[in-house]
């Protein structure tokens, strides 16, 4: 490459700027599309972010204020807070039953291999709207399925639909859904493992347990980050399954219960776009921080 | 001589639009409206010989016939109606096309508790300048005032919803309950009712910021006042804290269903007699016909429960306006179906249809009270509901942000309904909240 320098700089500038705008001409199209549907929108957030439109005084510049305001916002961080509890507690469940999945499948011992395959990943396929409707019918403990189970064995169960518990039922369907998708992920890592390595293993006299332990799992380290990430970005996101619910359960679902929940009811109940794009942009580089350290940090691991 | 018209025309919309410009940049609250743009009688007369399209945004589903029949008046004017959503669903989007500036319609339908925030906004065209002034008297009191803001008329009384409570007769004779006529007898009977069937409750509710205002409402108290940008919040007066005081037994004794209004197990329970009550505005029984039809003469209508007996205080509930958006292409067309819907032709149609009327004459008439509802055993049910239209307590008024109040009502108060917060602790959290963001907006919140 440096060998190829020295003649391009003896040429002249005319013909050096010809080069540069064939260069442009086909990174052009891409770079127009890029702009305006990537960058655009981040920009104008970020420009809204500056302002404060009032309903008596109208729009003026503010500067960062509004940054302030959300670091001292309460029911911000408490919907921050609520959404890493999510994380941190919902995400290693799912991802470990689709680990388990995962391998139960790949370890070829399982009768129906096709079907099971099939039906943990058919969650997947329903829609996150239809699938929390169902959900939300099952947990009625007046007319849903609780309020069936209730009836017919004479127990009470505790409402899923309560303050205490509404969290955890999320959590629950969450999980119903993603296991699938992270199972499939986990998959076809699984596939692309050298049988070989088991057939050495076993020859080796190592169990299957040790097989798992020591080729599997450093074999898809690789897709366990990608889910693991993903995930993170699931959870800070969370805004279907809450948003959906809340007609169910009115007070136990806060306006604020996540954060992106709390930025579409700052704009479309409250009217206070500026606001609502700073808690958007705020929630988006806290999320770009914890999926970056994470990665950061296995990747140290790898080494 | 079309030319000729056409300029004048264009002249004259030039005119309103630049007074309504030098309007928006007025400094507000003041009382004269120099925003009103003056359209004559004889201008919306032309715009209906002229024709056009006219966008309508409403959820009340009597004015299709009202459009129909508007259309086949005029034949060159075409008016396309569409449900835009329900309540605050609507109000979301018509807030989002007037920020946008495109697909605002020419029509829409605001409840009146939404209507100052519109105006205040200045969302909305003021009609006064249309002539709506002379419709003083055509509409009773409580809508009429309702529609009013800042000295200007923002909109048409399209229906009203006077309180009555509406009860299921089959179950309160099988348990031998009376009809309630005060809150201390509305009480005693959910008490009674409940240990008769555990399954079977009084009413119905979940925190619903309409129904806790209306009772605020009926039992005197003020909670806001509104004085330009000067705004009042006490939701602990002493109107508030009769309410309080109330729902609070019923809340402790777990005497209400926890079910949310316009939700399917609230149509079942209305139908199965496990919600055995409702008090609720006057355009109920159309909902109750339509939605309920399984339980066919077992509703009956009674004056809402009072808080001194002998009284005769209510309140209005929901009920909904027309109003002209300024952003709308065509308002001259516009306030001519507005008209049409709301003081001619159109509240006839409607009311037949099952509508609460809003206008006097329409409110007197001998065949409207003394229609029999064959729904409600042959009840003549608009002779209650008109009496309770006669007993508005008068005085009430809603926020200038009510819209947003009511999205965090169960944010606060709903903790009531779950917890162990108090329903006095929740409204002083709601009233807490509704301040701040009060001042947020530029208001002086005392």
Known sequence: MALLEPPAIKRTGKRRQRRSWTGWAFAGPFMAVFAFVFLAPIAYAIYLSFFRTRLIGGTSFVGLENYKNVFTDAQFWSAAGRVTLFLLVQVPIMLFLALLVALAIDSGRLYGKAFFRVTVFMPYAVPAVVATLMWGFMYGNRFGLVANINEALGTTLPDPLSPGLILASIGNIVTWEFVGYNMLIFYSALQVVPKTLYEAAEIDGASQLRIIRSIKLPAIRGALLVATIFSIIGSFQLFNEPSILKSLAPNAITTYFTPNLYAYSLSFSGQQYNYSATVAIVMALLTMIVAYAVQLRSSRKER | ?446
Request: hydrophobic share 40%.
């Open chain 2, 1 to 446: 001589m079309a030319i000729t018209r056409r300029t004048f025309l264009r002249s004259a919309a030039a005119v309103s639009v630049a007074t309504a410009a030098s309007g928006a940049l007025a400094a507000c609250g003041t009382d004269d409206n120099p925003s009103a743009p003056t359209v004559s009688a004889n201008d919306v007369q032309a715009a209906l010989e002229k024709g056009g399209t006219i966008l309508v945004w409403a959820w009340e589903t009597t004015l299709k016939d009202v459009v129909t029949s508007f259309q086949a008046k005029y034949p060159k004017v075409k008016v396309e109606l569409v449900n835009a959503g329900t309540g605050d669903k609507q109000y979301t989007a018509l807030q989002n096309a007037i920020k946008a500036g495109n697909g605002v319609p020419d029509l829409a339908q605001i409840e009146y508790y939404a209507l100052p925030q519109f105006a205040l906004g200045k969302s909305l065209t003021d009609l006064s300048g249309f002539g709506a002034g002379s419709l003083d008297g055509t509409f009773t009191p409580g809508p009429w005032a309702s529609v009013k803001a800042g000295g200007g008329i923002f909109g048409l009384p399209m229906d009203s919803g006077p309180m009555a409570l509406f009860y299921n007769k089959k179950v309160f004779d099988t348990h031998g309950i009376a009809v309630p006529a005060t809150w201390d007898e509305y009480v005693a009977a959910a008490k009674k009712l409940h240990a008769a069937d555990p399954k079977a409750y009084i009413t119905n509710d979940t925190g619903d910021a309409g129904f806790t205002t209306s009772m605020i409402w009926q039992a005197a108290g003020k909670p806001f006042s509104v004085d330009g940008t000067n705004v009042k919040i006490n939701l602990a007066d002493t109107g508030s804290a009769k309410f309080a005081g109330l729902w609070q037994q019923l809340l402790t004794d777990k005497l209400l269903a926890p079910v949310g209004s316009w939700s399917d197990g609230w149509y079942k329970g209305l139908a199965d007699g496990s919600i055995a009550t409702l008090v609720i505005g006057a355009w109920m029984p159309a909902n109750l016909e339509s939605g309920v039809a399984a339980a066919k003469g077992d509703w009956r209508v009674a004056p809402m429960p009072q808080w001194t007996a002998g009284g005769n205080a209510t309140a209005e509930n929901g009920g909904s306006s027309l109003a002209i958006p300024k952003a709308g292409k065509n308002n001259a067309l516009a306030y001519a179906f507005l008209k049409y819907a709301t003081a001619e032709e159109g509240v006839k149609i409607r009311v037949d249809k099952g509508a609460f009327p809003a206008t006097n004459a329409e409110l007197k008439s001998d065949a409207f009270a003394n229609k029999e509802f064959p729904y409600f055993g042959g009840q003549k049910v608009n002779q209650v509901l008109g009496q309770s239209a006669a007993g508005v307590v008068s005085g009430w008024s809603y926020l200038p942000f009510q819209v947003y109040a009511n999205s965090i009502f169960n944010d606060t108060v709903g903790k009531a309904y779950v917890s162990s917060t108090t329903l006095s602790d929740g409204l002083k959290a709601w009233q807490d909240a509704c301040a701040k963001y009060g001042k947020e907006q530029g208001f002086t919140v005392s």
